[in-house]
């Protein structure tokens, strides 16, 4: 059943997202004067296909791993004289790159539109509530403390814990001083000036330097290579929620199961729990619950991932996260929700600053700085499509707002093949007077198939990696 719902998830994911990048070419084609013949949604044998009243043949196909729209254009075809005016190579500069540019630009809207649906619904998210920093670390130089809550980050408001997250992210490719500021004393989490009416206390600058540590840009666990430390009160050993095609689904744990022992050791709370788990990366052992009143035992196997930074061992992980008791749950969380048009400015910033970190960290990767596992292919964007389904509207939205930027952002390379590549060679027919040669044009497209078929083998080789543990 997980493996169906992600499968499913894939396909709507990239059919969906493809469709608006088509429709992007699509539509200013035709506002611009340019004839279509032909939009379809997939590669391959056509598994559905109709001719539309406006001429267009519109055609769903078998591989559902881009899509292609065919306008009217003699390098493709004899066009017969009456047509030439609505033939692609026949309009001006100007024209092609606009239809070229439609596509990403509508996927980037897309996002927009996506994060600004869940601005106004509300977005869900942990207060940046931080415990006692790492003996020795950056953040314990810093100044860092517990009960420290975070509320912005080099001047970007941070008001969840992953907002926090991202900006650090973002902030320690830049190799510099990164000011943090706090409210101190937030153990159980301080007011929402904004909902409250409280005024806003002022708050404590901390400092975080990693101008000598080049190395954290290429750590995917940022957060715990500064020796920041997320505040977690104490829970007790409840299962809350089960993520799906992970070890605990696979184990049969459900939401609403209390963890009594691991091989005859009693669980505490919690924190116990995850500590037992993360010493046993890919090892079997039963573990003794309560279910509705009566006891059982299961066999449960972590998966096995990275441990924190400066660790030489990996750690277990089975996808399982806690209950957490409403009144803390009150505490410690918290909704970000605006009117609409304050959410659709909020959707572009969020787009604007996605895209300008995926463009950082695919700079980095090319100078070797950061690292090519970055790369993922369809198997991970299928899995995390499953999880995101699974785990609600709110995540399966966000996750479709960041494989459109994404779509959006790698078209726009200048890459023969791509939509940037094409891009690239129309500014160079506007500089120059007059198009690129056939011979030129054939060899860039040659070095981009090249460099694509490249990614792509990359990406399946993380993919397969990464499902192999």
């Not at 000011?179 to 000036?193: F, H, I, K, N, T």
């Amino acid at each position: 059943m997980d493996s169906l719902i992600s499968v499913v998830a894939f396909v709507v994911t990239l059919g969906l997202l493809i469709t608006v990048h088509e429709f992007g070419h699509f539509w200013v084609a035709r506002r611009l004067g340019v004839k279509v013949l032909r939009f379809s949604v997939g590669f391959g044998r056509a598994l559905w296909q109709r001719k539309g009243g406006d001429g267009v043949e519109y055609v769903i196909a078998a591989l559902p791993l881009g899509g292609y729209v065919k306008m009217l254009d003699e390098r493709e075809g004899e066009v017969r004289s009456e047509e030439l005016p609505f033939a692609f190579n026949r309009k001006p500069v100007g024209t092609r790159i606009a239809i070229v540019l439609a596509g990403p630009l509508f996927n980037l809207a897309f996002a927009v539109l996506a994060y600004a649906v869940m601005f106004m619904v509300g977005v869900p998210g942990a207060k940046p509530v931080l415990d006692q920093p790492k003996p020795a670390s950056l953040a314990a130089a810093g100044g860092f403390q517990k009960g420290d809550q975070v509320i912005s980050v080099d001047g970007q408001p941070t008001p969840t814990l992953s907002a926090v997250l991202l900006a650090l992210m973002d902030r320690v490719m830049a190799e510099d001083v990164i000011r943090v500021e706090v409210l101190p004393d937030c153990e159980m989490g301080c007011a929402d000036s904004a909902a409250s009416g409280v005024e806003r206390r002022l708050g404590k600058i901390r400092l975080l330097d990693v101008r000598n540590s080049p190395e954290l840009a290429n750590s995917t666990l940022v957060f715990e290579s500064l020796g920041l430390v997320a505040l977690r009160p104490v829970l007790p050993a409840v299962v809350g929620q089960v993520m799906s095609g992970s070890a605990a689904k696979q184990a049969g744990l459900q939401a609403g199961d209390r963890l009594l022992a691991a091989e005859g050791e009693p669980i505490t709370d919690w924190s116990h729990w995850r500590g037992i788990v993360e010493r046993r990366p890919g090892q079997t052992f039963k573990i003794r619950i309560e279910r509705d009143g009566s006891q059982q035992v299961l066999e449960i196997t972590p998966a096995i991932k990275p441990g924190s930074a400066g660790a030489t061992q990996s750690v277990g992980f089975i996808g399982a996260l806690a209950h957490v008791p409403e009144d803390l749950a009150r505490g410690l969380q918290v909704v970000v929700r605006y009117g609409p048009l304050a959410a659709l400015g909020a959707g572009f910033e969020k787009t604007w600053d996605m895209s300008l970190l995926t463009l950082r960290v695919l700079g980095r990767m090319l100078v070797g700085k950061a690292s090519l596992d970055n790369i993922s292919g369809p198997l991970t964007i299928a899995q995390v499509a499953g999880q995101a389904a699974s785990a609600g509207s709110i995540a399966f939205i966000s996750m479709l707002a960041l494989v459109s930027l994404s779509l959006g952002v790698l078209n726009l390379l200048p890459v023969p093949v791509l939509d940037g590549g094409h891009v690239l060679y129309y500014l160079i027919e506007l500089i120059k007077g007059s198009p690129l040669s056939e011979g030129i044009q054939n060899v860039g497209q040659q070095v981009g198939i090249a460099v694509l078929l490249l990614l792509m083998g990359l990406a399946l080789f993380n993919d397969f990696s990464r499902l192999l543990g």
